[in-house]
């Protein structure tokens, strides 16, 4: 059985306002669903382990699908939820892909864990497989290479619009823009139509754009661990 590690912020409110944030539940459903399905196991961590917020505007009807809805209702998921791994529990070698979720608490979280780097770099350098979705491309940023080179240079990258960010109004409240910061590392930011599923794959490296991605990205994530075989 392969495993995948998915990761997932502990981050609950916005430094800077009074706004509730947390893990995009549909980001995990959707790609957690995918893996599951193909017989995959999943393991979730955060940086401080424990307790993953989940974003109560992820939450709201228009949001929910029947499948987000079979899982928030799913106590087991729930649980592994509010007791993920912590960074220093978990050995990369036991994991053949990484994906990191998105939401907007991420951003505070995500782009400067070390710890995290490196279980994503030491995965992708025994031949596995980096991932990410939405807000969760911020993860990416700092991944280094064995040869001390950004992990997503040179590569095709999706992550949440510049254009979706400015349309939720949020543009001000980040402490930047995703799109942006994949560009100054180096990436060459692809995406689709703003809220449509989009994912690209360029070397072992699978990212999506939105919170509709995280599907596909799985189903990319699955077509490689299967071609490796």
């Known amino acids: 059985m392969k495993n995948i590690l998915v990761v997932v912020t502990n981050i609950s409110k916005y430094p800077n306002q009074d706004r509730a944030t ?7 459903v959707h790609f957690v669903d995918e893996v599951e399905k193909e017989g995959y196991n999943v393991d979730y961590v955060s940086p401080n382990g424990g307790f993953t917020p989940i974003d109560p505007h992820s939450l709201e009807a228009d949001q929910m699908t029947e499948l987000d ?17 912590s960074a220093d529990e978990v050995n990369p070698k036991d994991y053949d ?3 990191y979720t998105g939401g907007h608490g991420v951003m505070w979280d995500f782009p400067d864990d070390e710890k995290l780097q490196s279980i994503a770099s030491n995965i992708h350098e025994n ?3 980096v991932s990410a979705v939405c807000h969760g ?13 950004y992990l997503i240079a040179d590569k095709k990258v999706a992550g949440f619009a510049n254009t979706e960010e400015i349309a939720l109004g949020l543009d001000k409240a980040v402490p930047f823009l995703t799109e942006d910061e994949l ?4 990436a060459n930011y692809v995406k689709g139509d703003d809220w449509a599923a989009f994912a690209v794959a360029d070397d072992r490296v699978v990212s999506g754009q939105n919170p509709a991605s995280g599907g596909a990205v799985a189903k990319k994530v699955i077509q490689l661990l299967k071609s490796a075989k």
């Not at 079979?70 to 509010?82: A, I, R």
């Not at 560009?183 to 180096?186: K, L």
């Open 97 to 99: 892909a990484i994906y």
């Open 22 to 28: 947390g893990l995009w539940l549909g980001e995990a």
């Open 183 to 186: 560009v100054n590392r180096g």
């Open 137 to 149: 491309s911020v993860g990416l940023l700092n991944i280094k290479n064995a040869a001390g080179n």
């Open 69 to 85: 809805w079979q899982y928030y209702s799913n106590p087991d998921f729930l649980n592994k939820l509010s007791a993920t791994l």
């Open 127 to 129: 031949g596995g497989i």
